[in-house]
């Protein structure tokens, strides 16, 4: 995270950033919501708004449905790294890295 952004401007930038995921809002383009997935979701953990994350976790799943290309994968699982409880969290982690590394 970077060091000059406090807990409130995060939430900001999270309230900004759901345009990214909305297709009614104008500053949506196709593909673009998966280059921020993650650091979308680590904003909404970071600023108690993990429902936002675990929100856009759920329809980029469902939009990349039945099998996503390797990269959107690997966001999704460092997605889910980021909402899991710490003793799942690694699981996660490692799928990612697998994905990368199988693609």
Known sequence: MNPRLQP???GKLTN???AFFAPADPAFGSGIEFYGLADFVEAAVLSDNAEAGRAVIDEIERVSAPTPVPWIE???HF???LLAPPEDAE???LRGM???RDA
Request: proline share 0%; with cysteine.
């Open 8 to 10: 409130a401007s995060i």
């Open 16 to 18: 900004n950033c759901d």
């Open 74 to 76: 690997t966001m999704l």
């Open 79 to 81: 997605g889910k790294a």
């Open 91 to 93: 699981q996660f982690f």
């Open 98 to 100: 697998r994905s990368m």
